[in-house]
């Protein structure tokens, strides 16, 4: 076998998911630690970590951007991307799943699966990466290996196949026992490395019953475990360790594990797991994009033509990195690439191996690289570079859709230019950030995933030595919808000027998509029989359809949650043509629009609020004064634990509100959760 191929099936690339303030960043900077990248430990409270190395990132103690790094284990290089746990910064996750091949999943011991714990996960389901799970911070007061495990089970859907014991609980954690090899684990104060030795006699029953349900969830799961585990009523380490692998990359269990990054517990064996369950780029589906209309694959092979993708830009002051994940072939310092979705070549200046915010120069990278290229001038987060003489077209991540807006603009005048060229940067890094120029205000409009994503991204302008800006409150995007439809509705669209005329006569019906209000999305269909409108002039109303739905008539916000029926038309013969039937459709289903029943939609979110018990009436009213809808409650470790579903433009402000009616022991998270009829009238813009 070449060496480079050998060299590819010891690289792992991944990530690490969880909730906000569930460890991630402490993981990995005990990985970093752990496998000699680093000779300190960096620690968020004190803002000495290497992945959290923005200035905001330090002064808020969360991960906002995803940082990439590298490092070596047991002979095995590890590609590392720390994601946010914000719901705000999901679309950074999105972007980094796309190209990552495995992933570890941390989950606090205490609280177990929180909310952006879920949505990180079903963000992975979507990608398909196989995942492994990490329980931390078993030595706080209320950890529970296994109540964390149940609620990995119940809300998450996966077979989790926890393969270590906790030795001590927690102020008293000091190991685990690896149920795999039979071990015990045991991390003394002051060591660095754990000593490793027998199951201790007294955890000995407890750890053969729990390597007994080990051994039967495997065995259910994977054929070859079931035939020795049916002749021998046991597994063997080595079976034991190939299901788990097998059933790791297939996605059909979830490996757990657990520890204390905090307190450096864990981390080991945790790489291990990596290295032992998670793919390598051998081990994943070959890459598949279109030329030509023609879908191709790639396998991850450094001789094939090269195929990358950009999945993160930055375009800093000192020079503009363009970070990618190469999927096949081999990419030379100097070398030109295509960019098929802008037609462009570009030429890498530069390869760099990224560590945070520190880079190491490279020759070159090949298959399964994770690296940053300087020098590239137009190439976007979702961009594909390719080999000129062998182009290929990769599916781009899918970028969210802003639901918060706010104006912003230059303190001075004389400013206006470089707030517009900070912006563009800003645009440029992070394609869930848009900017616009509203027509009817001239504002120029900042919109984003919410408050705090804004609030980032315009401090970032005034951190980076970007002109001093205003900011005006945020501004929700509003929706407008069908309540009741009509049917028959008549557009003729007739023009003569002195040439060719147009001609185009439509008949829509148009109707809510789904019984209930608030449900999204479009949907157009033809019905119209006998050729009284050619298939090529239904495509050319159904995109009129689609223009009319910019502006609805309550307000000018854009229509979602209809269905359109074309039933009926005529054409002439040689009036009608392409563009006078789109302008048909739009023209007709405005006209039909201002005819239906219309209802004002408003983005609400899924708050997860936890509060001390003594609170919880305060915050209850509160919520109701928002418009909030109580949907559950729970106690949970001393706290209680409410779920609601409130407006989104009710949030703005929540979190100083919160922290004032707790005493500052109050937290919440958010999350998306569609449109639903606005409970009051919204200013038409």
């Not at 594990?257 to 790489?271: D, H, K, M, T, V």
């Amino acid at each position: 076998m070449r060496t480079d191929v050998n060299l590819l099936a010891a690289v792992r690339n991944l990530g690490i998911l969880a909730h906000v303030d569930a460890g991630k960043t402490t993981v990995t900077e005990r990985i970093l630690y752990a496998t000699g990248t680093t000779h300190r430990r960096g620690e968020v409270h004190d803002g000495t970590t290497v992945t959290d190395f923005d200035p905001q990132e330090r002064d808020r103690g969360i991960t906002i951007f995803a940082a990439a790094v590298s490092c070596a284990w047991d002979g095995h290089r590890v590609n590392l991307i720390d994601t946010p746990g914000h719901v705000d910064f999901a679309d950074e996750v999105e972007r980094s799943l796309r190209v990552l091949d495995g992933a570890v999943a941390v989950f606090d011991a205490v609280a177990g699966v929180e909310p952006q714990s879920e949505s990180v996960w079903r963000q992975a389901d979507r990608h398909g990466v196989p995942r492994i799970a990490f329980v931390n911070k078993l030595d706080r007061a209320g950890a529970d290996l296994d109540r964390a495990v149940a609620s990995i089970r119940e809300r998450l859907h996966p077979a989790p196949l926890v393969v270590q014991m906790p030795i001590g609980a927690e102020g008293g954690f000091t190991g685990v026992v690896d149920l795999v090899r039979m071990r015990a684990l045991v991390w003394n104060d002051g060591s660095e490395e754990p000593a490793r030795g027998p199951v201790p006699d007294a955890l000995r029953d407890e750890a053969l019953r729990r390597r007994r349900l080990l051994e039967e969830a495997v065995a259910e799961r994977h054929p070859a475990a079931l035939e020795e585990f049916c002749d021998r009523e046991t597994l063997s380490e080595a079976t034991l360790a190939a299901a788990l692998r097998d059933l790791t990359r297939t996605g059909d269990g979830v490996v757990v594990l657990c520890g204390s990054a905090y307190r450096n517990r864990g981390i080991e064996p945790l790489l291990d797991a990596v290295v032992a369950y998670l793919p390598s780029p051998l081990d994943v589906p070959a890459v598949r994009g279109v030329h030509q209309g023609t879908e191709q694959g790639r396998a991850a092979d450094p001789e094939a033509p090269f195929a990358a993708l950009a999945f993160k830009v930055n375009a800093g002051s000192t020079g503009r990195l363009t970070y990618v994940r190469v999927y096949s072939g081999t990419i030379a310092k100097g070398d030109t690439v295509w960019d098929p979705g802008t037609g462009r070549t570009e030429r890498a200046a530069r390869i760099l191996r990224v560590m945070a915010d520190r880079h190491a120069q490279l020759d070159r990278a090949v298959a399964g690289d994770i690296v940053a290229l300087a020098g590239l001038k137009s190439a976007r987060a979702g961009s594909t570079l390719c080999d000129p003489g062998a182009p290929l077209l990769l599916e781009p991540p899918v970028v969210a859709e802003p639901v918060v807006s706010v104006a912003v603009e230059a303190r001075r005048s004389t400013d206006t230019g470089r707030l517009a060229t900070a912006l563009a940067r800003l645009a440029e890094e992070d394609p869930s950030l848009v900017v616009r120029t509203d027509g009817e205000t001239g504002q120029t409009v900042l919109s984003g995933m919410g408050e705090l994503h804004l609030e980032v991204a315009v401090e970032k302008i005034r951190g980076d030595g970007g002109p001093e800006v205003t900011v005006g409150r945020p501004r929700v995007a509003h929706r407008e919808t069908v309540v009741r439809g009509v049917s028959g509705r008549v557009h003729r669209h007739v023009k003569q000027d002195g040439g060719a005329g147009q001609f185009a006569h439509v008949v829509l019906d148009v109707e809510p998509l789904g019984a209930e209000v608030g449900a999204t999305g479009f949907e157009f269909r033809s019905v119209v029989v006998g050729g009284r409108v050619p298939q090529e002039y239904v495509r050319a109303v159904e995109a009129g359809c689609r223009d009319a739905l910019a502006e609805g008539p309550l307000g000018g916000h854009p229509v979602t949650g209809l269905r359109v029926t074309l039933t009926d038309g005529s054409t002439h013969v040689k009036d009608s043509s392409d563009t006078a039937f789109r302008t048909a459709g739009r023209l007709g289903l405005r006209e039909a629009l201002r005819a239906c029943a219309m209802a004002l939609l408003e983005p609400v979110a899924d708050v997860t609020v936890t509060v001390p018990e003594d609170t919880v009436g305060g915050v209850l009213g509160d919520l109701a004064a928002r418009r909030g809808r109580v949907t559950g409650s729970e106690s949970r470790g001393g706290a209680a634990v409410l779920t609601a579903t409130v407006p989104l433009a009710e949030l703005f402000g929540y979190a100083t509100r919160l922290r004032s009616r707790t005493q500052g022991r109050g937290t919440f998270t958010t999350r998306p959760a569609g449109y639903a009829p606005a409970a009051r009238a919204v200013p038409v813009r």
